[in-house]
């Protein structure tokens, strides 16, 4: 089955301890994104990958550290979190970053509390 | 840059009833339009895309989306509403490197 898998789902952590959402697709998609989504304000981009080793910032950056060593994975890594990364985080892929007309396939998020 | 605005947080209907979920869009150059359902607990799912061609599009689980140029809408609707529609909508541009979502439009259909 095609799909985005991201782990854990849930996810309590106490702040300043380092932790990663791993993300991984089996589609073969070339375009990888994160996303946090936090109530009123839809979803918004952390990072993004148009490729393998290619990587750059979304909108909401701080705080967060991403690496794409291979095709189908995308971590996103909080190096030291804090109480205002809470917030339920998606990663979705895409097939052809630079063609606009694909739409994204998500995964079933990531419900992080830091406390 | 590219963006949706959807300026309804909630919409309620009865069930049978026709639903629409609203969208405006501002983009420069031609749009890539999208709507994505988010059920609790799951991560969105891709409804129906607009690229060119015909204004009205249809999509997944009965819904279809109305383009239009002039009112620069994009509005989410579907002829009879059921109960399991219930669900957190979004409307979505894309542009080279993101999809763009609006803030998303909860919809409750009442039996």
């Known amino acids: 089955e095609a799909q985005v898998t991201q782990n854990p789902r849930y996810l309590i952590t106490v702040t300043g301890k380092k932790l990663t959402v791993t993300c991984s697709q089996n589609?073969?998609?070339?375009?990888m994104s994160w996303y946090r989504q936090d109530p009123g304000l839809g979803l918004r981009q952390i990072y993004y990958?148009?490729?393998?080793?290619?990587?750059d910032k979304g909108d909401v950056p701080e705080g967060y550290k991403v690496s794409r060593k291979e095709k189908r994975n995308f971590p996103l890594i909080l190096e030291s979190p804090s109480p205002n990364q809470t917030s339920l985080y998606f990663c979705?892929?895409?097939?052809?970053?630079?063609?606009?007309?694909?739409?994204?396939?998500f995964g079933s998020g990531t419900r992080l509390t830091v406390v | 840059a590219q963006s949706v605005a959807q300026p309804e947080d909630q919409v309620n209907v009865a069930e049978g009833n026709p639903l629409t979920v609203k969208c405006t869009y501002s983009?420069?150059?031609?749009?890539?339009l999208f709507w994505y359902v988010q059920y609790p607990n799951r991560g969105l799912q891709f409804l129906l895309k607009?690229?060119?061609?015909?204004?009205l599009v249809k999509g997944s689980y009965g819904f279809e989306a109305e383009f239009n140029k002039s009112q620069t809408s994009f509005h989410l609707k579907k002829p009879s509403a059921l109960v399991s529609d219930s669900a957190l909508y979004f409307c979505?541009?894309?542009?080279?490197?993101?999809?763009?979502f609006g803030a998303g439009t909860r919809l409750t259909v009442k039996p």
């Open positions: 979705a892929s895409s097939l052809g970053g630079t063609v606009f007309n694909y739409g994204y396939t």
């Open positions: 589609m073969n998609h070339e375009y």
């Open positions: 990958s148009m490729n393998v080793e290619v990587t």
């Open positions: 983009v420069s150059g031609n749009p890539y």
């Open positions: 607009y690229i060119t061609g015909d204004n």
């Open positions: 979505a541009v894309r542009d080279p490197s993101d999809m763009r």
